[in-house]
């Protein structure tokens, strides 16, 4: 890996700013209005679609009020696939089965959490800027992962109605391109936070990023942590 590839680890402000997180997740979370903080972040989705690669930048950049769209986001990704976790276990183990599965639902609903977290402490370390916070990268990855939050929702549509062929000639192509939007949003998004302005630089550490999160992510499922 080239020099200016490496990411290099302070563990003292790595500690710090992983606390000051917390502390910001839980100061955002009980300041939340659900009604009003909800329709904020169903016109902020809304306007995504004219201009997704713009949204993400705004993510990236600190716009007002970001951290809290990006909770209610996330928390909308990880009920979608609870539900999914549920019904698939229903279907395939009957419902007695749930309590046995209980620990399978409660990763799989983790997962998506788990993946944002890691690749935001990853662009996190990449980040030679003091002006990104922990905070900021976060919000970035998860409005990037909006498109994917879309797919959850339609994983249970197509869970649902799986003998429906018509229904499935349509999503599942969906499904694909979504997942395709999210991997660009998710690039201009670390492109944004690392400053980077030469394509092929940018394109490296996303690459380098990605590689890392994926080993990350295959570890902990070997150990039954995702």
Do not use: C, W
């Not at 563990?11 to 329709?39: G, P, R, S, Y």
């Not at 549920?86 to 046995?100: A, C, H, V």
Request: net charge neutral; no cysteine; aromatic share 6%.
């Amino acid at each position: 890996m080239a020099e200016n590839e490496k990411i290099s680890v302070d563990t003292e402000d790595l500690k710090n700013e992983t606390k000051d997180t917390v502390n910001q997740v839980k100061e955002t979370i009980k300041n939340v209005d659900l009604k009003k903080d909800a329709e904020a972040t169903k016109g902020f989705v809304k306007e995504m679609f004219s201009n997704p690669i713009e949204a993400v930048k705004r993510a990236a950049n600190g716009e007002e009020g970001i951290f809290k769209k990006a909770i209610i986001i996330m928390l909308v990704y990880m009920i979608s696939t609870a539900v999914y976790q549920i019904l698939y276990s229903i279907r395939y183990n009957g419902i007695t089965s749930i309590l046995k599965s209980i620990v399978n639902i409660i990763t799989g609903t983790l997962n998506p959490l788990v993946g944002i977290i890691l690749l935001s402490v990853v662009v996190y370390l990449m980040i030679k800027k003091d002006d990104k916070s922990l905070v900021n990268v976060i919000s970035t990855m998860v409005v990037a992962a909006v498109p994917m939050v879309l797919d959850s929702i339609l994983d249970i549509i197509r869970f649902v109605v799986h003998s429906a062929t018509i229904v499935t000639l349509f999503t599942n192509p969906l499904a694909t391109m979504l997942s395709a939007v999210s991997i660009v949003l998710t690039y201009f998004g670390v492109k944004e936070l690392l400053g980077v302005e030469e394509e092929k630089e940018s394109i490296k550490k996303f690459a380098v990023a990605k590689v890392i999160v994926a080993v990350l992510m295959f570890v902990l499922t070997r150990i039954g942590l995702a």
